[in-house]
């Protein structure tokens, strides 16, 4: 089947959070799910200080649904949410 690209935004619980810790862990978390994949990584700033982790990925799309991993991110010390903010078919 095809590859989709993913992109999760995952926010910490306050601006003094070290995002690091929270960005190893969640590449630990994806590629258990989805097996040794491509990554793009960035801190986007928000307000205040506190910027948003954002991590885009690609999958097989036979995955199904990241509701399982985004539930495990979720649960990472340190975490505030973690949602889809972008999903689309590669093509190539």
Do not use: H, N
Not at 35 to 64: N, R, W
Request: glycine share 6%; hydrophobic share 45%; charged share 30%.
């Amino acid at each position: 089947m095809a590859q989709v690209v993913i992109t999760f935004t995952i926010m910490p619980l306050s601006p003094e959070v070290d995002l690091s810790p929270i960005e190893q862990k969640a590449k630990k978390e994806i590629v258990a799910f989805a097996g040794e994949t491509d990554f793009k990584i960035e801190q986007k700033p928000i307000a205040f200080g506190l910027k948003a982790l954002i991590i885009m990925f690609v999958m097989d799309e036979d995955k199904g649904s990241t509701e399982a991993l985004e539930k495990k991110i979720c649960a990472l010390d340190g975490v505030s949410s973690c949602e889809v903010t972008d999903v689309r078919r590669a093509i190539g």
